[in-house]
T-cell receptor, first 116, second 116 residues
Framework: AQKVTQAQTEISVVEKEDVTLDCVYE???????LFWYKQPPSGELVFLIR??????QNEISGRYSWDFQKSTSSFNFTITASQVVDSAVYFC?????????????FGTGTRLLVSP | DADVTQTPRNRITKTGKRIMLECSQT?????MYWYRQDPGLGLRLIYY???????NKGEISDGYSVSRQAQAKFSLSLESAIPNQTALYFC???????????????FGPGTRLTVL
């Protein structure tokens, strides 16, 4: 079975602090994909990144970076120099070859509150 | 204009009523999905469709039905709404991409449904 665990329910930081959102996954698939989505207060879900299981190279996009570690089954997301606009719920998700790549399994989300 | 639109955006209905949520997309994607989001539970897949003639049940399909009227349209129906179907409903689309055939799902803005 596939499972995604986001143990941090809510994180509060002050603007300009760095913050890391944890994501731990479970899968028996050897080929799988990991995703992060952002849900701002307006409610829509915004795609941030997709990473496949064959590519452990970490990725940086502006203030966002992602650390994929197969050895610990983790795909953590770091926001550097956080801003108030980063306040949102962030979801980690997983899809795998055996359950069908189209079936996304979501974590329960981490709510990030960035105060001025 | 948004690539994935959902109507209505908000709906309040009474127990036992039939209600339809509609989703349209201009992304040209073949695959469409319906999810529901409940507080603390993340998103769960209700139904998905690979094309007009291919519709599949997801994790929580009981109490729901769907119709894929065209490549661009995918509707979700609650034949007899009940209070525990109160949730935020998302439509998503994806297209098969890449050598290993994974999908990145793009979400609509959501429909907030309240069943009294």
């Amino acid at each position: 079975a596939q499972k995604v665990t986001q143990a941090q329910t809510e994180i509060s930081v002050v603007e300009k602090e760095d913050v890391t959102l944890d994501c731990v996954y479970e899968t028996r698939d050897t080929t799988y994909y990991l995703f992060w989505y952002k849900q701002p207060p307006s409610g829509e879900l915004v795609f941030l990144i997709r990473r496949n299981s064959f590519d452990e190279q970490n990725e940086i996009s502006g203030r966002y970076s992602w650390d994929f570690q197969k050895s610990t089954s983790s795909f953590n997301f770091t926001i550097t120099a956080s801003q108030v606009v980063d306040s949102a719920v962030y979801f980690c998700a997983l899809s795998g070859v055996n359950t069908g790549f189209q079936k996304l399994v979501f974590g329960t989300g981490t709510r990030l509150l960035v105060s001025p | 204009d948004a690539d994935v639109t959902q109507t209505p955006r908000n709906r309040i209905t009474k127990t036992g009523k039939r209600i339809m949520l509609e989703c349209s997309q201009t992304k040209g994607h073949d695959r469409m999905y319906w999810y529901r989001q409940d507080p603390g539970l993340g998103l769960r897949l209700i139904y998905y469709s690979f094309d007009v003639k291919d519709i599949n049940k997801g994790e929580i399909s009981d109490g729901y039905s769907v119709s894929r009227q065209a490549q661009a349209k995918f509707s979700l129906s609650l034949e007899s709404a009940i209070p525990n179907q109160t949730a935020l409903y998302f439509c998503a689309t994806s297209d098969l991409t890449g050598k290993r055939g994974t999908d990145t799902q793009y979400f609509g803005p959501g429909t907030r449904l309240t069943v009294l």
